[in-house]
């Protein structure tokens, strides 16, 4: 029997993309799944949106009043059943496969902390904005991901797949931290040494548009920093270690830099000599044609 998988949609005001959400959700072709909606309070026309999707056993919508995204999650999480946990802000979707291959992930690797995935970025119209890449924007890919994590290589929440048994261990998202409440989670999952796989290809689709709250920077730089802080000040001898891999992983890109520096000069030399040859030899070329066609005109 496949896990069930619970699909957590928190939605404050965002009922206009909530059909898209949970359409992808509904479309999965992975069928253990029940799909908890946390309506934090939105003053838009939620329920008329999510009327549709009421009388589906699949679908549970929970009411709370307006509390911040993990608050919002964390009620979520409370609520599922589920062996693993998705979640899926209500402004984006999944691909169909998505689920499904990140459990067959989990399957075959059942002690991983975190499974996640590629994206792609879209606009708010559900247009493809760029060719941005999760792989392109990370050091570490696969295991320990705390470096990764500290310099800044982040996905977003709705890439990953997280097992129950890890938040019933480590704890659910920091109600504090805002925006930067799901980097600190998975900080968290790595310092208590659980560790991550990477699914290269595109499962989820995340939308771009005015009011996300990444566009907040002032927030986000505040609640970044608040989570450094926590995670520091927690796992001190884990920060240290991630640094210290930091730190040799930049020599050693320091080394390849300058021996790919010396080979380039070189290379560059030996182009040089082989273009004054050719020209050389052209001239030389040019002039005993000259001489030969001379010839001929006599």
Known sequence: MSPLVSIIIPCYNQARFLA???????????????IIVVNDGSTDDFQARSAPYQNDARVKIIAQENRGLPVARNRGIRAARGAYLKFLDADDW?????????????????????????????????????????????????????????????????????????????????????????MELWMRLMCENYTARFVPEKLVYYRLHDANMSQDTAHMQTTHLRALDGITTRYPHRVARALDELIREQRRVDQDSAWARETIAAQQQEIDALRHALNTRGVRAARALERWSASWSR
């Open 94 to 182: 999944l691909a169909r496969a998505c689920l499904a291959k990140q459990v067959a992930v989990f399957q075959a690797a059942p002690t991983l902390g975190l499974v996640y995935c590629d994206l792609v970025r879209v606009n708010a119209q559900g247009e493809q904005i760029d060719d941005y890449s999760v792989a392109r924007a990370r050091r570490i890919l696969d295991g320990d991901i705390l470096p990764s994590l500290l310099v800044g290589g982040y996905f977003t929440p709705q890439t990953a797949l997280v097992p129950r048994r890890a938040l019933d261990q480590i704890g659910f998202f920091d109600e504090t931290l805002g925006g930067s409440a799901d």
């Open 20 to 34: 898209d959400a949970l359409d992808s959700a509904l479309a999965q072709e992975y069928d253990a799944l029940e």
